[in-house]
């Protein structure tokens, strides 16, 4: 399969170049082998898993989805400063002075907002510290947003180009036809996409014994859906697209041919599917009802699924008790990832702008893209193997798309540009703790729901692990730090690692010293734990 993959990036790319009759003929000599190899090998496997799905497929019970995990949610808590010391004075009583003083013009000390709240610094009745300057590298904004593919037409269609051919001095050969190529567009979130449908005969399925599926699938690796599979994986590599994103563009491609839930798209799905790359299973039940399990690492909270060679196959949206399951399989799958490494490149859809105001005075305006907001909203909770932390992990790590990045990070950057490093964490750590309503999950959705980090700046109310999310990414991005959350039972916090930062509460990760910041202990400077919490006993969650 990897090498099945790697012909086909090739082709696809050879496909597209435009044509040049200055290529050379070594070069179309490899494009042409290059195409046949695929071509051939295709067909082969093709051929071999066609044979194993007329096996007699067997029962497997399904497992019942994992659960989220329940837990008692601690409120927010009030940062109030420690109160110093007052020793009584023993300096004997000296009459004052009854002189009119006058006072220089110029005495007035403005003070950073970290002042305000963090005697240490040289508050009110505070220390005066040596700070010890830390040189961070400048972090720099791409001027332009990724580059987009124009939507409605992210696929170019060739059209057949006559070639030069002789004229006799006769009679004049006439041009060949102009083929015209069927088209379909199909809506992902907002985003219009078009690509080639099949032209000729469509597949049938008969029914869903193992012969009737057998002989839809040797109809389906024919040409005749070649076109839709190239268009389809140029359409993932242009908007970059993650694993869930792409199978539920596959969903609603296979549809638009054969109808929403028919046997026939679910077995075009699982088509297009397996030829990317990815692992599946055919399934269906005593009601003639065909299904697709996708193989994943991940636990898919919500999702029933089956155990088959000790791998988890998950009914993406159907919760079937029993199912008959074939053991054909391609050979190299990899399984369903839920990671985000990328933005999406859906097409804008801006809500309505928010400002957010913090109270140190910190504004910022932001708009996030509707239709991100819309993918998130269905994107699947998950956690990786037996780490319930990485659940969050996958939030946190999961890349603000291009139209905040360009609204609201040079609106915060411009703000804070003139601190020194632990001002900075300081500021934006008190930009999420009072910027945003703290509000429970249970009140709000009814159940527990973590945030992508947009989601954040896009709804009016938030909880601890929403913030925390959105303050590493903030932290990350804009001061260039790392962080890590740090989980107590009940609440979510963070820790950054600060430069040359000795002072405050702190945990230390591979012999490095990060510092505790709480997005939920209101008005807490760096370094404060919020009461209760219990650092030694805390879970650190590596970004």
């Keep these: 399969m990897k090498k099945l993959l790697s012909i086909l990036a090739f082709v696809a790319t050879a496909a597209v170049l435009p ?14 082998q290059a195409k046949q190899d695929y071509d051939d090998f295709r067909k082969r ?17 399904a497992f019942g989805g994992d659960t989220l995990p329940r837990e008692k949610e601690l409120p927010p808590v009030v940062y109030v400063p420690p109160t110093p010391e007052v020793k009584p004075d023993t300096t004997p009583v000296v009459q004052p002075d009854t002189t009119p003083v006058v006072q220089p013009k110029d005495t007035i000390v403005e003070r950073l907002p970290q002042e305000e709240i963090d005697p240490i610094h040289g508050g009110k009745g505070g220390l005066t510290t040596v700070k010890v300057p830390v040189v961070i590298p400048p972090i720099t904004l791409p001027d332009t947003e990724p580059k987009r593919l124009p939507y409605e037409d992210i696929v170019t269609i060739p059209n057949p180009t006559p070639q030069p051919q002789p004229i006799s001095p006769i009679k004049e050969i006439p041009a060949p036809p102009q083929v015209e190529i069927p088209t379909m567009t199909v ?17 049938r399925l008969k029914s869903v014994k193992e012969n009737a599926i057998a002989d839809a699938w040797a109809e389906l690796s024919g040409d005749e859906y070649n076109n839709m599979l190239f268009d389809l994986l140029q359409i993932r590599k242009g908007m970059q697209l993650c694993d869930w994103a792409y199978l539920e563009l596959l969903e609603k491609a296979a549809e638009a041919v054969y109808g929403k839930a028919t ?46 060679d000790g791998e988890r196959y998950y009914q993406i949206g159907t919760k079937e008790n029993s199912l008959n399951i074939s053991s054909a399989q391609m050979k190299n ?20 702008e928010r400002t957010l105001t913090s109270r140190f005075g910190i504004t910022a305006t932001c708009q996030v893209n509707q239709n991100i907001v819309d ?17 969050w992990a996958l939030l946190a790590n999961t890349p603000l798309d291009a139209n905040i990045k360009k609204s609201l990070y040079p ?25 945003f309503v703290y509000e429970y999950d249970d009140v709000v959705w009814g159940e527990d729901r973590a945030f992508f980090a947009a989601e954040t700046l896009y709804y009016p109310y938030c909880d601890c692990e929403d913030r925390s999310i959105l303050f590493t990414r903030l932290v990350r991005d804009l001061v260039g730090l790392d962080a890590v959350l740090i989980y107590y039972p009940g609440h979510l916090a963070s820790a950054v690692s600060i430069p ?17 910041c709480d997005p939920t202990y209101i008005n807490a400077p760096v370094g404060k734990t919020m009461p209760g919490m219990d650092n030694a006993t805390a879970k650190v969650i590596v970004l």
């Excluded at 044509?19 to 042409?32: G, I, L, P, Y």
Aim: glycine share 6%.
């Design 333 to 352: 799958e990899k399984a369903l990832s839920l990671r985000i490494n990328k933005e999406q490149l859906l097409k804008d859809n801006l809500a309505e």
């Design 263 to 308: 046997n026939e798209a679910i077995l075009l799905k699982a088509y297009l599917y397996s030829q990317s790359g990815y692992k599946m299973r055919l399934a269906s039940n005593d009601s003639g009802r065909l299904f697709m399990l996708v193989a994943s690492k991940y636990i898919i909270f919500g999702q029933n699924y089956f155990v088959l």
């Design 411 to 435: 609106q915060l950057q411009e703000q804070i540009k003139d601190l020194e490093v632990e001002d900075k964490v300081n500021v934006l750590l008190n930009f999420v703790q009072t910027a």
């Design 19 to 32: 044509a040049q009759s200055s290529f050379k003929d070594d070069f179309e000599a490899f494009k042409r």
């Design 187 to 203: 809506q992902l979130y907002g985003t219009g996409l078009k690509l080639r449908k099949p032209s000729g005969k469509l597949m």
């Design 500 to 516: 040359n930062f000795m002072k405050g509460d702190y945990l230390q990760v591979d012999g490095k010293r990060y510092t505790i």
């Design 45 to 61: 496997a093709n051929a071999e898993y066609t044979e194993f799905l007329r096996k007699a497929w067997e029962e497997f019970a």
């Design 375 to 391: 993918f998130y909203n269905k994107y699947p909770s998950a956690a990786f193997g037996d780490d319930f932390g990485t659940r």
